[in-house]
Structure formats: structure tokens, C-alpha cells
């Protein structure tokens, strides 16, 4: 089993930068596909990003491809998000997510995921 602890959200103006930090504690951090989903206010959770176990496949969102960029370290058990160019509608709490799956590479359903943290809020001003 795997905890999962998410850091680094807060209020950011628009265009500006955050980066997400999720620690995770377990010995087989390693070998999990890690997601990010965010849920906004009245909305429904959806996918960012996900990352494949050794951290050389990684899967985005149409609406954060090229603004995000998913990363992680299997040393630190630490997955990360850095958001660039944010937007207004970028404004949600952010969830990282752990698959335990060894035969998936990615995945953006969130049905897969076994483990999630707590979240961590982003709001973005215009």
C-alpha cells in the first residue's frame, strides 16, 4: 500500500508558474503508473497527466499539453507537476494517483487508480 501526500498548490496570477510536489511513501513507488487529476468547483474530476513507472512515457490533457509537464523521482518517491502559463481555468484541487497495475503503461482513466492524496488547491486570478 501507498500514502500519497500532495504540496505546493496556492494562488498564482494568470500566466504565472507552480509546481506540485506528491510524496509517497511505500517501498514499490517505483513500479506505479502516478497521475494527476484536478476537480473544479461543480465540475467533475478529470484527467492532467500521467507517467509511466520509469518515467519515460507520459500522457497529457489536450488542455494542459504543452503547459504542464509531469516528472518524477523513484529515489525521492516524489512525483511532480510543473504548470507554466496558467489560466483561470486551470483553477481546481489537484489529486495525484497511484496504479499499482504492473501491465499498464499510462492510463488516464481514473478508475485504474488504486491510491489517491488528499489534494492540493490551485487557484489561478485573472
Known amino acids: 500500500q501507498v500514502q500519497l501526500v500532495e504540496s505546493g498548490g496556492g494562488l498564482v496570477q494568470a500566466g504565472g508558474s507552480l509546481r506540485l510536489s506528491c510524496a509517497a511513501s511505500?517501498?514499490?513507488?517505483?513500479?506505479?503508473?502516478m497521475g494527476w487529476f484536478r476537480q473544479a468547483p461543480g465540475k467533475e474530476r478529470e484527467f492532467v497527466a500521467a507517467i509511466s513507472w520509469s518515467g519515460g512515457i507520459t500522457y497529457y490533457a489536450n488542455s494542459v499539453k504543452g503547459r504542464f509537464t509531469i516528472s518524477r523521482d523513484n529515489v525521492k518517491k516524489t512525483l511532480y507537476l510543473q504548470m507554466n502559463s496558467l489560466k483561470p481555468e486551470d483553477t481546481a484541487v489537484y489529486y495525484c494517483?497511484?496504479?499499482?497495475?504492473?501491465?499498464?503503461?499510462?492510463?488516464?482513466?481514473?478508475?485504474?487508480?488504486?491510491?489517491w492524496g488528499q489534494g492540493t488547491q490551485v487557484t489561478v486570478s485573472s
Open positions: 511505500g517501498r514499490t513507488f517505483s513500479s506505479y503508473v
Open positions: 494517483a497511484a496504479d499499482e497495475d504492473s501491465t499498464v503503461v499510462v492510463t488516464a482513466n481514473q478508475d485504474k487508480y488504486d491510491y
